[in-house]
């Protein structure tokens, strides 16, 4: 059974920094890709990045040069640094295992002034 634990989220003004926490349990991290994803009101989920096992990363547009994903195998951990937010990065923000479908409870991100 896959377990999610996603952290970090919380206010921020334009233009600030958060990083998100996923801790991970039921699988070996190093053998599988994770990624996050977010949903903000009145829209359905999106795609943010992709990690694989070997470390080969991906993002949506929407984030690239902005957002960066990680993980610490050690820490069974996966993490989303998020730089230069915008308003539009408003969402509920979840990590998952792109071989499951369990999800996490997911974190809030609010960006305002």
């Known amino acids: 059974q896959v377990q999610l634990v996603e952290s970090g989220g919380g206010l921020v003004q334009p233009g600030g920094s958060l990083r998100l926490s996923c801790v991970v349990s039921?699988?070996?991290?190093?053998?599988?890709?994770m990624g996050w994803f977010r949903q903000a009101p009145g829209k359905q989920r999106e795609w943010v990045a992709y990690i694989t096992s070997g470390g080969t990363t991906t993002y949506a547009n929407s984030v690239k040069g902005r957002f960066s994903i990680s993980r610490d195998n050690a820490k069974n951990t996966v993490y989303l640094q998020m730089n230069s937010l915008k308003p539009e990065d408003t969402a509920v923000y979840y990590c998952k295992s792109v071989g499951a479908d369990s999800w996490g409870q997911g974190t809030q991100v609010t960006v305002s002034s």
């Open positions: 039921g699988i070996r991290l190093s053998f599988t890709t």
